[in-house]
């Protein structure tokens, strides 16, 4: 007979985010295992009981375990939660896929499209675990090195399951996390996704010089183009109010611990994409984003002018003054899509 702990999380991915995650969720007083794809990595992990590389000054708690071996890490808990960048996320759900317990449960705090398909990251989970299987996605406006800290912090869970997300939330929550439930996976995934492409937009904003006043229009103009975009996939309009959608976007769009915004400065500063990223020193999503929301947005028919301005200066190298230009002189509109006059 089984004498796994009922509560139990397996985090597969030890960047700063997967830390941070696996750290909190111990602090709730929950076992944790966590694994990263680099023994050497989890070696220090182990001995020094801190990730001086990605989460410095952040002790791991007694209740979580470093596990090397990634087979001992799946098959020994029932709920997953996979913390990988988004060009990774599909080929580690294959490989844990035939380690998977039977009664396992899968979530991920991984945020954008699938750069080759366009697919969300729970149409990646349906095509490579199946139908069966019960998912969840974690996301909000969240800095690893605040959650890691125990400072104050809410984020959303969506799952397909009321359980699983209940259970997850139930995971995270404590002293100082607080975890909100949703079922609107698409919209979560969505706002995820768009924030980080709108972030680089935000930094660009703000390193030209232009002001609060353009960086709150930019703001409030992408979560149009977000909750436009999601609700095209079939996401709930409301969605893109909460935590997963204006919260992240905001938190993403105005703090300098933002990777993607940090990208946008540099790129106003004329340094170039590749120097940038590599300055940063850690993958900035916003740049697959980028080019994932333009083709998604192309088959859904979708006008999206400030993520096309973004995607347009990432991959295609126009300046971002010649950018900003672009999205001035466009034809006057009425705010929103619908019309309030008859």
Aim: hydrophobic residues 45%.
């Amino acid at each position: 007979m089984s004498t796994r702990p009922d509560d139990a999380v397996a985090v597969l991915g030890a960047g700063s985010w997967g830390t941070a995650l696996a750290v909190q969720i111990a602090r709730a007083g929950h076992p944790v295992t966590l694994w990263g794809r680099s023994a050497k990595q989890l070696a220090l992990l182990s001995r020094e009981r801190e990730n001086r590389r990605y989460l410095p000054g952040v002790t791991l708690p007694p209740t979580l375990q470093v596990e090397p071996e990634l087979a001992a890490a799946v098959g020994a808990q029932q709920d997953q939660l996979v913390c990988v960048p988004s060009h990774a996320f599909r080929a580690t759900l294959e490989r844990i896929a035939p380690l998977l317990p039977p009664d396992a449960r899968v979530a991920w705090a991984t945020k954008g499209f699938e750069q080759q398909t366009g697919a969300l990251p729970h149409q990646v989970a349906r095509e490579v675990l199946g139908q069966s299987v019960p998912l969840a996605v974690l996301s909000g406006p969240t800095f690893a090195s605040e959650v890691g800290a125990g400072l104050p912090t809410a984020m959303t869970v969506a799952a397909t399951d009321r359980m699983f997300a209940t259970d997850f939330a139930a995971r995270l929550s404590g002293e100082t996390f607080r975890a909100y439930t949703s079922a609107d996976l698409v919209g979560v995934e969505v706002g995820g996704a768009m924030k980080n492409v709108l972030a680089i937009g935000a930094g660009i904003c703000d390193g030209l010089g232009f002001g609060a006043n353009a960086r709150i229009a930019l703001i409030t103009r992408g979560l149009q183009e977000m909750t436009r975009l999601g609700v095209a996939l079939g996401a709930r309009p409301a969605t893109f109010t909460g935590l997963s959608g204006m919260g992240d976007l905001v938190l993403t769009s105005t703090d300098n611990q933002s990777r993607n915004r940090r990208l946008g400065l540099a790129l106003a500063a004329g340094e170039r994409l590749a120097d940038a990223v590599a300055a940063i020193g850690q993958v900035v999503e916003g740049v697959y984003a980028a080019a994932a929301v333009h083709a998604v947005a192309a088959r859904a028919g979708v006008e999206l002018p400030i993520c096309e301005q973004v995607y347009r200066i990432l991959h295609e190298g126009l300046p971002p003054r010649t950018a900003v230009h672009h999205l001035m002189a466009r034809t006057l509109k009425a705010e929103t899509d619908l019309e309030l006059w008859p």
